[in-house]
Each structure stands twice: as structure tokens, then as C-alpha cells.
């Protein structure tokens, strides 16, 4: 669940600014700082996908090339 939960809250970011930039492309002239803002989350995502699938499935030792061992973990209060 904690895999799935934060490459949502990575990707959603990124898919937001690639919908944005898809629709301005169709009025407007993109020059390469709006290209390279566009393709910087999408690696930025892919790039942390890579690395949290195979520190999952493969070693946590991967976890280091996102900084820090440990994945993320989120303690959600008690369901009532």
C-alpha cells in the first residue's frame, strides 16, 4: 500500500503539469525552458518508480539512491 500511495502522490503532480503543458502546446509556441518543465517531473517520477520498485522487490539496499535507506512509511489514525 505505502508503494502504490506514494507513486501516486509523485506521478499526480506530474501528470498535472504534462496536461497543462499538452494544452498550452496547442495555442502556444513552447520553447525549451516549458519543454525541460515538463520533462523534469516526468523523470523525476520515473526515476523514483525505478528505485522504490526495485527497493521493494529486489533489495532496500536501492533505497539509498533516493536518499535514505528506509522507505517511507505513514501511520494513519485507527478507523472508527
Known sequence: MNLYV??????IPA????LVA???RHGLH????AVAGVLTP?????YYGVFRLAEVHLSPRFGWL????RPP??????VR
Open 6 to 11: 506514494s507513486l501516486v502522490r509523485t506521478g
Open 15 to 18: 501528470v498535472a503539469g504534462w
Open 22 to 24: 499538452v494544452a498550452l
Open 30 to 33: 513552447l520553447d525549451e525552458a
Open 42 to 46: 516526468v523523470a523525476i517520477f520515473l
Open 66 to 69: 533516493l536518499g535514505y535507506a
Open 73 to 78: 512509511k505513514q501511520h494513519l489514525p485507527p
